[in-house]
């Protein structure tokens, strides 16, 4: 895959962990207003992608892993980084990883944590947060 290329949908290769990373940091960087991030494994290298986004670009967590070792790296984010905090929520039973920058939606096969560390496919969909919300809690 062409790491200048953003495409709607693809594929990422085992040991492709780099262009998975810079791919995912390219879409943080686009948003404008918000980010949502719903995935069950969130760890500090989840939290430093966060880092590429603008200042004033929200971002929620939904996530179920809230470990103590989470509990201390989002603590010390939110303290260093009081002005563009991160907010954590439960998943409500998610199983797959959506992020949504501003109102577009990408689906991912694979954590933002693990992304390119075996082969994994994204694509780009027409769905909101508040669908995969609402219809998960059911």
Do not use: W
């Not at 439960?90 to 693990?114: C, K, M, N, W």
Request: some cysteine; overall charge positive; aromatic content about 14%.
């Amino acid at each position: 895959m062409d790491r200048n290329e953003l495409k709607s949908k693809g594929l990422f290769y085992n040991n492709q962990e780099f262009d998975a990373y810079v791919f995912v940091c390219n879409l943080i960087r686009q948003a404008k207003k918000k980010i949502v991030l719903v995935d069950n494994y969130v760890n500090e290298k989840t939290l430093a992608m966060m880092l590429k986004r603008s200042k004033d670009v929200s971002v929620t967590i939904y996530t179920y892993d809230k470990s103590k070792v989470f509990e201390v790296d989002l603590t010390t984010y939110n303290v260093q980084y009081a002005n563009c905090p991160i907010k954590i929520l439960p998943s409500y039973g998610v199983h797959d990883r959506f992020l949504f920058i501003d109102e577009t939606a990408y689906h991912f096969g694979a954590s933002l944590q693990d992304l390119g560390k075996k082969t994994f496919f994204f694509s780009k969909e027409d769905f909101t947060i508040e669908e995969v919300l609402r219809k998960s809690k059911k």
